[in-house]
T-cell receptor, first 113, second 114 residues
Framework: AQSVTQPDIHITVSEGASLELRCNYSYGATPYLFWYVQSPGQGLQLLLKYFSGDTLVQGIKGFEAEFKRSQSSFNLRKPSVHWSDAAEYFCAVGADSWGKLQFGAGTQVVVTP | DVKVTQSSRYLVKRTGEKVFLECVQDMDHENMFWYRQDPGLGLRLIYFSYDVKMKEKGDIPEGYSVSREKKERFSLILESASTNQTSMYLC?????????????FGPGTRLLVL
C-alpha cells in the first residue's frame, strides 16, 4: 500500500532563511506527488505537483520540490521564507486510478522574526 | 477558479445527535471526497464519490455515511455523533477526467461533539 512519511512534525525557521521540508513515499509504480499548504483556519491549497518529466518542479509562492526516485523522496524547498509562510505543509501521493490521495502527517512551520 | 464551499466553519453538537456536513462545488466536478484531519495524523479519507448516487468507502468510514443526490453537492452524515468524531472535516473535489488529479479543497468544518 502507498504511504507517505514526513519526518519533521515541527520546524522553526527565521524569516529570510532557507527552508526544506522532507517527504518520503512508498509506492510501487511511478508516483504522482503533491505538496499542499494549509494556512491557519483554512483549507488546503496546492503548492506544486509532480507527475512526470523534469524532476525539479516549480510551484507557487516561490516554492520548488525535487523528485528523487533513488531516495523515494520529494522534498520541498524555499530559498528565503517570509512570515506569511507560517503554515502546515502536507505531502501527498496519488493512491489509485480513482484519484485518491494518501497524505503525510504534515509539518508545522513556524517563522520567527 | 474552482470553488468548494462547506456549510459551516464551526459546529458544536451533542453526543447522539445526527449531524449533516454539506459540501458544494461549482465546477461540475465528477469526484468528491470527505476527509477528517487530526493533529499528527494528517488527512484520512472517509468516503468518496465518483458520480451522482455513487459512493465508495475510504480508510475510516465507520460511524459515517454520505449522500450525493446532485453532482455539485456531497453530504457527510454522522448518524449518532460521538466525542471521538470531534475533528476538522475537509471536503475536496476533482474533475474526474484523468485518474490522479489536483484535489481542490473547501475551507473545512471544525466539529466539536460534547
Amino acid at each position: 500500500a502507498q504511504s507517505v512519511t514526513q519526518p519533521d512534525i515541527h520546524i522553526t525557521v527565521s524569516e529570510g532563511a532557507s527552508l526544506e521540508l522532507r517527504c518520503n513515499y512508498s509506492y510501487g509504480a511511478t508516483p504522482y506527488l503533491f505538496w499542499y499548504v494549509q494556512s491557519p483556519g483554512q483549507g488546503l491549497q496546492l503548492l506544486l505537483k509532480y507527475f512526470s518529466g523534469d524532476t525539479l518542479v516549480q510551484g507557487i509562492k516561490g516554492f520548488e520540490a525535487e523528485f528523487k526516485r533513488s531516495q523515494s523522496s520529494f522534498n520541498l524547498r524555499k530559498p528565503s521564507v517570509h512570515w506569511s509562510d507560517a503554515a502546515e505543509y502536507f505531502c501527498a501521493v496519488g493512491a489509485d486510478s480513482w484519484g485518491k490521495l494518501q497524505f503525510g502527517a504534515g509539518t508545522q512551520v513556524v517563522v520567527t522574526p | 477558479d474552482v470553488k468548494v464551499t462547506q456549510s459551516s466553519r464551526y459546529l458544536v453538537k451533542r453526543t447522539g445527535e445526527k449531524v449533516f456536513l454539506e459540501c458544494v462545488q461549482d465546477m461540475d466536478h465528477e469526484n468528491m471526497f470527505w476527509y477528517r484531519q487530526d493533529p499528527g495524523l494528517g488527512l484520512r479519507l472517509i468516503y468518496f464519490s465518483y458520480d451522482v448516487k455513487m459512493k465508495e468507502k475510504g480508510d475510516i468510514p465507520e460511524g459515517y455515511s454520505v449522500s450525493r443526490e446532485k453532482k455539485e453537492r456531497f453530504s457527510l452524515i454522522l448518524e449518532s455523533a460521538s466525542t471521538n468524531q470531534t475533528s476538522m472535516y475537509l471536503c475536496a473535489s476533482t474533475p474526474g477526467l484523468a485518474g490522479i488529479e489536483t484535489q481542490y479543497f473547501g475551507p473545512g468544518t471544525r466539529l466539536l461533539v460534547l
